[in-house]
Protein backbone atom coordinates (compact mmCIF):
# COMPACT_ATOMS: atom_id res chain seq x y z
CA UNK A 1 0.00 0.00 0.00
CA UNK A 2 1.45 3.41 -1.06
CA UNK A 3 1.29 6.04 1.20
CA UNK A 4 -1.66 8.96 0.98
CA UNK A 5 -0.39 12.25 -0.92
CA UNK A 6 -3.06 14.99 0.33
CA UNK A 7 -1.63 18.41 0.99
CA UNK A 8 -3.45 19.72 4.02
CA UNK A 9 -3.27 23.57 4.92
CA UNK A 10 -4.36 24.28 8.45
CA UNK A 11 -4.09 26.67 11.48
CA UNK A 12 -4.64 26.50 15.21
CA UNK A 13 -5.26 28.71 18.07
CA UNK A 14 -6.93 28.68 21.60
CA UNK A 15 -8.56 31.29 23.65
CA UNK A 16 -9.81 31.45 27.42
CA UNK A 17 -13.33 31.30 26.02
CA UNK A 18 -15.77 34.87 27.07
CA UNK A 19 -16.16 33.80 31.15
CA UNK A 20 -12.39 35.28 31.82
CA UNK A 21 -11.00 31.63 32.91
CA UNK A 22 -7.85 30.30 32.42
CA UNK A 23 -6.91 28.75 29.23
CA UNK A 24 -6.51 25.00 29.60
CA UNK A 25 -6.49 23.90 26.26
CA UNK A 26 -4.01 21.90 24.28
CA UNK A 27 -4.03 21.25 20.58
CA UNK A 28 -1.87 19.17 17.96
CA UNK A 29 -2.22 20.15 14.73
CA UNK A 30 0.48 17.86 13.01
CA UNK A 31 -0.62 15.90 9.41
CA UNK A 32 -2.46 13.48 9.69
CA UNK A 33 -3.64 14.53 13.20
CA UNK A 34 -5.87 17.73 14.79
CA UNK A 35 -6.97 17.49 17.97
CA UNK A 36 -8.41 20.23 20.84
CA UNK A 37 -9.00 19.53 24.55
CA UNK A 38 -10.77 21.66 27.02
CA UNK A 39 -9.16 20.85 29.98
CA UNK A 40 -12.10 20.94 33.15
CA UNK A 41 -11.24 20.96 36.62
CA UNK A 42 -9.62 23.85 37.88
CA UNK A 43 -6.60 25.47 35.43
CA UNK A 44 -4.07 23.16 36.94
CA UNK A 45 -5.72 20.18 36.45
CA UNK A 46 -7.80 20.56 33.11
CA UNK A 47 -4.28 22.06 31.52
CA UNK A 48 -2.88 18.71 32.71
CA UNK A 49 -5.77 16.28 31.38
CA UNK A 50 -5.91 18.37 28.03
CA UNK A 51 -2.27 18.47 27.58
CA UNK A 52 -2.40 14.12 28.67
CA UNK A 53 -5.19 13.66 26.29
CA UNK A 54 -3.72 15.79 23.18
CA UNK A 55 -0.39 13.86 23.85
CA UNK A 56 -1.79 10.36 23.67
CA UNK A 57 -1.89 11.02 19.49
CA UNK A 58 1.46 12.60 19.68
CA UNK A 59 2.65 9.33 18.01
CA UNK A 60 0.57 8.99 15.16
CA UNK A 61 2.20 12.42 13.89
CA UNK A 62 3.79 11.61 10.64
CA UNK A 63 2.25 8.21 10.00
CA UNK A 64 1.69 7.28 6.81
CA UNK A 65 -0.99 5.50 7.78
CA UNK A 66 -2.97 5.54 10.75
CA UNK A 67 -6.03 3.23 11.10
CA UNK A 68 -9.12 3.79 12.88
CA UNK A 69 -7.89 1.29 15.34
CA UNK A 70 -4.69 3.23 16.31
CA UNK A 71 -7.10 6.24 16.92
CA UNK A 72 -9.34 4.35 19.09
CA UNK A 73 -6.27 3.20 21.27
CA UNK A 74 -4.92 6.94 20.98
CA UNK A 75 -8.32 8.17 23.30
CA UNK A 76 -7.98 4.82 25.65
CA UNK A 77 -4.42 6.06 26.19
CA UNK A 78 -5.80 9.70 26.66
CA UNK A 79 -8.31 8.05 29.22
CA UNK A 80 -5.95 6.21 31.39
CA UNK A 81 -3.42 9.41 31.46
CA UNK A 82 -6.40 11.70 32.34
CA UNK A 83 -7.46 8.93 35.35
CA UNK A 84 -3.93 8.61 36.53
CA UNK A 85 -4.25 12.48 36.98
CA UNK A 86 -6.67 12.40 39.39
CA UNK A 87 -6.06 13.27 42.99
CA UNK A 88 -8.19 13.33 46.39
CA UNK A 89 -11.87 14.79 45.36
CA UNK A 90 -10.33 16.61 42.60
CA UNK A 91 -10.44 14.91 39.36
CA UNK A 92 -8.81 16.10 36.05
CA UNK A 93 -11.04 15.67 32.82
CA UNK A 94 -11.37 17.20 29.46
CA UNK A 95 -12.94 17.88 25.77
CA UNK A 96 -11.58 16.27 22.90
CA UNK A 97 -12.47 17.27 19.38
CA UNK A 98 -10.83 16.85 16.59
CA UNK A 99 -10.23 14.71 13.01
CA UNK A 100 -7.54 12.18 12.00
CA UNK A 101 -6.56 11.24 8.02
CA UNK A 102 -7.06 7.26 8.44
CA UNK A 103 -7.00 4.67 5.42
CA UNK A 104 -9.77 1.74 5.29
CA UNK A 105 -8.33 -0.42 2.63
CA UNK A 106 -7.16 1.83 -0.03
CA UNK A 107 -8.94 4.65 0.79
CA UNK A 108 -8.04 7.77 2.64
CA UNK A 109 -11.44 9.21 5.27
CA UNK A 110 -11.38 12.00 7.98
CA UNK A 111 -12.29 10.71 11.07
CA UNK A 112 -14.37 12.66 13.00
CA UNK A 113 -13.79 12.41 17.14
CA UNK A 114 -15.25 14.18 20.02
CA UNK A 115 -16.07 13.48 23.81
CA UNK A 116 -18.03 16.26 25.62
CA UNK A 117 -19.08 19.34 24.00
CA UNK A 118 -16.06 21.32 22.17
CA UNK A 119 -16.85 20.41 18.66
CA UNK A 120 -15.66 19.99 15.04
CA UNK A 121 -16.67 21.71 12.18
CA UNK A 122 -16.21 21.55 8.76
CA UNK A 123 -15.43 24.40 5.74
CA UNK A 124 -17.72 22.93 2.89
CA UNK A 125 -18.91 25.43 0.01
CA UNK A 126 -18.17 28.81 1.48
CA UNK A 127 -19.69 27.93 5.32
CA UNK A 128 -18.81 25.92 8.03
CA UNK A 129 -20.99 23.20 9.22
CA UNK A 130 -20.71 21.23 12.88
CA UNK A 131 -20.40 17.88 12.46
CA UNK A 132 -20.06 16.56 15.79
CA UNK A 133 -22.86 16.13 18.29
CA UNK A 134 -22.22 17.17 22.23
CA UNK A 135 -22.70 15.34 24.64
CA UNK A 136 -24.51 17.26 27.42
CA UNK A 137 -27.43 17.75 29.11
CA UNK A 138 -29.02 19.74 27.14
CA UNK A 139 -28.26 18.04 23.73
CA UNK A 140 -29.85 15.09 25.30
CA UNK A 141 -32.61 17.47 26.00
CA UNK A 142 -33.01 18.23 22.24
CA UNK A 143 -32.49 14.89 21.05
CA UNK A 144 -35.70 13.61 23.05
CA UNK A 145 -37.46 16.53 21.72
CA UNK A 146 -37.76 18.36 25.43
CA UNK A 147 -36.02 21.26 24.53
CA UNK A 148 -35.13 23.11 21.00
CA UNK A 149 -31.91 24.91 20.04
CA UNK A 150 -32.50 28.08 20.62
CA UNK A 151 -33.57 27.62 24.35
CA UNK A 152 -30.64 25.19 25.05
CA UNK A 153 -28.18 28.02 23.39
CA UNK A 154 -28.98 29.69 26.73
CA UNK A 155 -30.18 27.32 28.90
CA UNK A 156 -28.10 27.03 32.67
CA UNK A 157 -27.05 23.55 32.24
CA UNK A 158 -25.57 23.96 28.48
CA UNK A 159 -21.69 23.38 29.35
CA UNK A 160 -22.78 20.64 31.72
CA UNK A 161 -21.29 17.12 29.65
CA UNK A 162 -22.09 13.68 30.17
Do not use: C, K
Not at 24 to 34: G, N, R, T, W
Not at 59 to 86: H, K, P, Q, T
Amino acid sequence: MSPMSLRVGHGAATHAGLRGRANEDSYLAAAPVFVVADGMGGHEAGARASAAAVAAFQSLVGAAVVSNGEVRAAIERARVNIDALATGQRAAGTTLTGVVLTRVGDAGYWLALNIGDSRTYRWARGRLEQISVDHSVVQELVDSGQMDAETAARHARRNEIT
